[in-house]
């Protein structure tokens, strides 16, 4: 396999299939298709990242087999090959709020108990002022503080913005409270980012996981619900996933896991409002179709009526049409 030549060949196609941080692009190569998985260039990092994505792979090739192979990786240029995995993704297949596979939510359960499975000594090494296992309060910091360092960006526009819908200067001071009562857990591998796109559900209807740039190493609760608040669960499909990872997970991993579970719900609305008051802010200001824009401003108006009990909201909540004016006045 000529790695070099495919990546040149995905770069000259650019037929982008997903990705924030990274292109995909389906090339044929000598033995079939493969995906070339390139770096999108400058992008805002709005995610925790701890490990390159090809040592994360390396890592779990033994123990997790439902992730995509990894089969070549490069430093210069940055770029990565991955095994084609035949299928769908299950965004295309099931809108949110949509009953999904059974085959999706039977090996979700199987997925858990493989990455909570995974030993931390064959995994990279964290940096040396990562949090240590089982301390919890310090993991829910790491991510507080994500949030309070997108919020104050030095971004003019966004600072208006924020400033105009009513996000507040600290959107994360009740939470950081709260997170001096997380219970001690031992840390686990951590996806981070499992969600309908990154979800194939291939030919032989098993589902691959795919996109593991924002592995982590953590606290497992929290990558149950950034889960859950990513995938728009019926209420039936919810309590099914719950139920299957708690019987996934290793005892000392459910140790407290009931009441802290609520507290990483609550930070991931933060953060969405957070993060997504830039992303729809642009997203409205460069929609030109009436019903696009309208859309889009009632989802960040929903966004941020979310995150409102959980950072002391004005009164009252920014509507769509408030949302409209003042991305209109902005830009």
């Not at 770029?79 to 769908?88: A, D, K, L, M």
């Not at 941020?304 to 909201?313: L, S, T, V």
Request: aromatic residues 8%.
């Amino acid at each position: 396999m000529d790695t070099f030549a495919l990546y040149e060949e995905a770069r000259r196609r650019g037929t982008i299939l997903a990705g924030h941080y990274n292109h995909n692009v389906r090339v044929q190569s000598d033995a079939g298709p493969v995906i070339v998985r390139v770096r999108a260039g400058e992008r805002e990092a709005m995610d925790l990242t701890l490990w390159p994505e090809a040592a994360v792979l390396a890592a779990i090739d033994p123990y997790v087999s439902s992730a995509p192979r990894l089969l070549h990786a490069s430093c210069d240029p940055e770029f990565q090959i991955h095994e084609f995995v035949t299928g769908r993704r299950v965004d295309e297949l099931v809108p949110d709020g949509k009953p999904l596979p059974e085959a999706v939510l039977g090996d979700l359960e199987g997925f858990f108990a493989a990455i909570l499975r995974v030993p931390e000594s064959v995994l990279p090494p964290v940096p040396v002022d990562w949090p240590g296992s089982g301390d919890t309060c310090g993991f829910a910091e790491r991510l507080l503080d994500l949030v309070d360092e997108i919020r104050h960006r030095d971004d003019a526009g966004a600072s208006r913005l924020y400033d105009a819908l009513g996000v507040p200067e600290d959107p994360c001071s009740a939470l950081r409270v709260r997170a001096h009562g997380l219970t001690p857990r031992p840390f686990k591998l951590l996806h981070a980012d499992i969600h309908r796109q990154n979800m194939i559900l291939a030919d032989d209807e098993h589902v691959a996981f795919l996109d593991w740039e924002l592995a982590l190493w953590g606290d497992p609760v929290y990558d149950l619900a950034d889960h859950l608040h990513k995938m728009a669960y019926t209420p039936t499909e919810r309590t099914l996933v719950v139920d299957g990872w708690e019987r996934a997970a290793p005892d000392d991993c459910r140790v407290g896991w009931r009441q802290d579970i609520d507290y990483y719900l609550a930070y991931e609305a933060v953060k969405s409002a957070v993060v997504d008051t830039i992303r729809w802010g642009r997203r409205i200001s460069s929609a030109l179709d009436a019903d696009k824009r309208r859309g889009l401003c009632q989802e960040l108006a929903d966004k941020i009526a979310a995150a409102g009990p959980h950072w002391r909201a004005p009164d009252p909540l920014p509507t769509p049409q408030r949302i409209e004016l003042a991305v209109d006045r902005l830009t």
